[in-house]
């Protein structure tokens, strides 16, 4: 470990509620949103089930396939994810709401997909400074942390791009099964290309006294 785990929890804290924070902005400002968080809206249109209850169920798919990745069970890495995808949904809850109340989701299209482009950004900041502190993460971040240095040589963005089949595969067949299409818009474009690239940036240029924290065992 390279860093405290002061300094570790911090990474984690922070990147949860700035991760929340970020896709409350997608969810409220309607001009499209993360892959993932696109995935679980239009099967919330299509199914009537809660997004909550959808991205807890996708996040718990991830954790599963995470066990694979690593070809060995760990009940701590489960154990945590659990727990993130607990507490990001309930967030991400809150904050959605927060910005409803606050009246985003009437504003402009232009200014609505600024905000929601914010939020990616936003996310995606969070996203690298969890999995540099490496406690814990959401299980789909895991995921990509995990293609990115056990499969792919360090590339973040390659990560990103194989990570999105899934999600891209859910929202094409909620738009045949439904003719409709949902949460898919500019800021989805936006994610697409540009995820792994502000990861990247983001563990160069944002709090970069925290490093990647490998744990012994890992393989990286």
Known sequence: ??????????????????????????????????????????????????????????????????????????????????????????????????????????????????????GVILFCIAISLYQRANIFMHPNDDTTNLLRFLYLSGNSTAAQLVDFIVPIAIIIFCFVSSQQLHAVNIATLFSFLLNGIIIAEADRLIFPQLKHNFKNGEGY
């Open 1 to 118: 470990m390279k860093n405290s785990i002061q300094v570790r929890l911090f990474g984690l804290v922070g990147g949860l509620l700035l991760n929340a924070f970020g896709n409350g902005l997608c969810i409220s400002g309607n001009a499209g949103s993360g892959l993932w968080t696109a995935a679980a809206v239009n099967l919330n249109r299509l199914t009537g089930t809660s997004i909550g209850v959808i991205l807890f169920s996708l996040g718990m798919l991830n954790i599963i396939a995470n066990q694979f990745l690593i070809h060995h069970w760990d009940p701590r890495r489960f154990i945590g994810e659990l727990c993130f995808i607990f507490f990001f949904s309930y967030f991400v809850n809150i904050f959605a709401h927060f910005f409803n109340q606050l009246g985003i989701p009437t504003l402009p299209f232009l200014i609505r997909a600024l905000i929601s482009c914010s």
